[in-house]
């Protein structure tokens, strides 16, 4: 079965380093997302992307983030500078085909991002 | 704009119990809904979702929720718990043109031997 698959699992990272998650999406999807889940909180929703550019995003999403699609498989978020409080579970998702979308979004297994 | 409200971040049930997570949801158009359920240290996994037609839908692991308009509610169920049910569960929403989704703060269900 198709899966998200991210990489690092786990990373861990001084204050102020730059870092950057992979995902690679499902093959053949089309929308692709990133989402944060700070510990014991709720999922949030970070960027979507979409035909190489980013579709939506929310607040959270500042100038120390970006996504990028370098090639045809891979989808990245990286954070330029971190703070102590990016320190957070990050899980991509995609979704959507070139055909009809049921509208789920199907999630990788997350990175877990430690920032000292 | 939508939102979702998740009532009771715990829950717990004895084995065999009936499980009752619920969901309210916010949209201002047609809302497409949907339960994730996320064990230790993994992803979100769909447990069911509602689009359109039947309200009562039927999931994995013997779970379903029942898409109420009236009541703006979207209550995830399963008859029976079983120890293996015990996770973290999420209700979302996608509506409109939006194509993310919007997640309620989850619930904890811990089932009792």
Not at chain 1, 48 to 54: H, L, P, T, V
Not at chain 2, 47 to 68: C, D, P, R, S
């Amino acid at each position: 079965e198709p899966e998200v698959t991210q990489t690092p699992s786990h990373q861990v990272t001084q204050m102020g380093q730059e870092v950057i998650l992979r995902c690679v999406p499902i093959s053949n999807h089309l929308y692709f997302y990133w989402y944060r889940q700070i510990l014991g909180q709720k999922v949030e929703f970070l960027v979507s992307f979409y035909n190489n550019e980013i579709s939506e995003k929310s607040e959270i999403f500042d100038d120390q983030f970006s996504v990028e699609r370098p090639d045809g498989s891979n989808f990245t978020l990286k954070i330029r500078s971190t703070k102590l409080e990016d320190s957070a579970m990050y899980f991509c998702a995609s979704s959507g085909t070139s055909g009809r979308s049921t509208g789920e979004l199907f999630f990788g297994e997350g990175s877990r991002l430690t920032v000292l | 704009a939508q939102s979702v409200t998740q009532l009771g971040s715990h829950v717990s049930v004895s084995e065999g119990a009936l499980v009752l997570l619920r969901c309210n949801y916010s949209s201002s158009v047609p809302p497409y809904l949907f339960w994730y359920v996320q064990y230790p240290n993994q992803g979100l996994q769909l447990l069911l979702k509602y689009t359109t037609g039947a309200t009562l839908v039927k999931g994995i692991n013997g779970f379903e929720a029942e898409f109420k308009k009236s009541e703006t509610s979207f209550h995830l169920t399963k008859p029976s718990a079983h120890m293996s049910d015990a996770a973290e569960y999420f209700c979302a929403v996608r509506g409109g043109s939006a194509r993310q989704l919007t997640f309620g703060s989850g619930t904890q269900l811990t089932v009792l031997p």
